[in-house]
């Protein structure tokens, strides 16, 4: 057989994939784009129906006046605000300064202007999924549309991402350093794209302090990655420099909370500027309360100990990752108001589907180093952003699932693998167009049923 036959005996043509053994690419594409489109129009009628609350907070819209506030401060006054700033009062003074620059440039384009800014940085997180699945699992199209569908069609994900704060520029970060790992893991450690992981690294701690949870999983990546070189010492050399121009990036921010607060970091300072925060401490051994399972109201109980406490932090933070809201009644103290229980039994049902395939298939191993050096990776930052959460609900009562967004990325791939393996091949195109039908019908639910009416007329 001839060269040229060959190639064309073991190349297939752009617009095919082989599973199954039919054109199925096109398809899938055309569905993503659709999702995401759906995901901006959810996005952006919830940044229209949502009021911006001056005083307290939403937990659809957390903590965003004092986000605007921060931007003000880098807007108007060209400088970052202090804690005892009496010009732009604002309680986020402690977070690193990347987003606010970043939304300041659009400022001059009011509240609308802003909130789009981080519907901008939600989007880029979804190309970077959607690529980062595509690049590991080229012949898994029904597995990457999941993926890229559960992060896109998520409720809360909307209503966070629709608002002022640093969460969606954060978790961008994370998914664009998944990315890159994955690249790097795929193609090969090359010079460039070690510059783009050390980049990555600075501008995530610029961005948010959870940022600093992507260095021991970058370095994991760095360290296994292959080619292969000469030494162990030279091998360390390579993981080494990326780590450490993240943390030069960084540099000037580090060096300013050294000169106002003594500190790396304003974690002294934090602590005391929400002494009066609703603490762990507050909960444990003072209130006869429990959580409800199935609905999530607090009910009469003997007095809550540690079990108790933590049984209502992995409630409602399960709720909030999924949807949640705050009407303007609760608005003061933040308080969320949950949806109905079919709402999250979808949600939950759905999640064990995908676990349970995920185990009985193992559809994310692999006996290629790429493969298995990225899940290392993921896993490890996984586990870091879990094991901060509740390092922080030890202290703070902060029962948010937005806190565990930035690992949505590699999640939501486990979640599609592990689903796609249940579904036959002959019903995969309907089974996935099933399941993308029922994401839609939930976060519809969440946007037209629930938030808007809460704040018609505001």
């Known amino acids: 057989m001839s060269r040229r036959r060959v190639r064309s005996a073991t ?31 959810f996005a952006w009628f919830l940044a229209n129906s949502t009021p911006l609350v001056e005083t307290g907070s939403l937990i659809n819209a957390p903590d965003e006046a004092a986000h605007v506030g921060y931007v003000r401060a880098v807007a108007v006054g060209h400088r970052l605000p202090t804690r005892s700033d009496a010009e732009f009062r604002t309680y986020q003074w402690h977070q690193p300064p990347l987003y606010y620059a970043v939304a300041a440039l659009a400022y001059p384009l009011g509240l609308p202007g802003l909130r789009a800014v981080s519907v901008f940085f939600g989007l880029v997180s979804l190309w970077a999924l959607w690529t980062t699945a595509r690049r590991l699992f080229p012949k898994r199209p029904e597995a990457v549309l999941l993926a890229t569908a559960a992060a896109a069609l998520l409720p809360m994900r909307h209503a966070v991402y629709s608002s002022v704060g640093n969460d969606a520029a954060i978790e961008c970060m994370f998914s664009l350093t998944f990315l890159a790992c994955a690249s790097a893991l795929v193609s090969g450690v090359t ?17 948010k ?66 002494a009066n925060t609703s603490r762990a401490s507050d909960w444990i051994g003072e209130r006869p309360l429990k959580v409800d399972t199935l609905s999530g109201e607090l009910r009469p109980g003997p007095t809550m100990d540690r079990r108790g406490y933590t049984a209502l932090v992995a409630n409602w933070t399960t709720r909030t990752f999924l949807g949640a809201y705050t009407p303007p009644s609760r608005a003061a103290i933040g308080a969320p108001v949950f949806l109905p229980i079919s709402f999250y039994a979808c949600y939950i ?33 996984a586990c870091l952003v879990l094991g901060s959460f509740a390092g922080f609900t030890w202290t703070y009562f902060q029962a948010q699932g937005r806190y565990l967004y930035p690992a949505i990325s590699p999640l939501a791939l486990a979640w599609g693998l592990g689903l796609a393996s249940l579904i036959p091949d002959r019903y995969r ?8 039908a029922l994401l839609l019908a939930l976060a519809s639910a969440f946007a037209f049923i629930y938030v808007a009416p809460a704040y018609a007329g505001r």
């Open 11 to 41: 190349s297939s043509p752009p617009a095919r994939d082989s599973v199954a053994g039919h054109a199925v690419v096109p398809t899938h594409r055309l569905l993503a784009a659709g999702v995401v489109l759906a995901c901006v129009a």
């Open 191 to 207: 010079t460039p794209r070690a510059l783009i992981l050390g980049l990555l690294l600075g501008a995530a701690t610029l961005t």
């Open 209 to 274: 302090l959870s940022g600093l949870l992507l260095y021991p999983g970058v370095a994991l990546c760095l360290l296994l990655a292959r080619p292969a070189v000469p030494s162990f010492r030279a091998r360390l050399a390579r993981t080494a420099w990326p780590v450490v121009l993240g943390f030069a990036i960084a540099a000037p921010w580090f060096a300013m909370n050294v000169a106002r607060h003594g500190q790396l970091a304003p974690i002294r300072a934090f602590h005391e500027e929400f």
């Open 349 to 381: 049902g759905l999640a064990a589907l995908g676990l349970v395939g995920l185990l009985i298939s193992r559809s994310g191993s692999s006996s290629d180093v790429a493969h298995r050096t990225y899940w290392l990776m993921a896993g490890v930052t």
């Open 429 to 436: 195109r309907p089974a996935v167009a099933g399941v993308i």
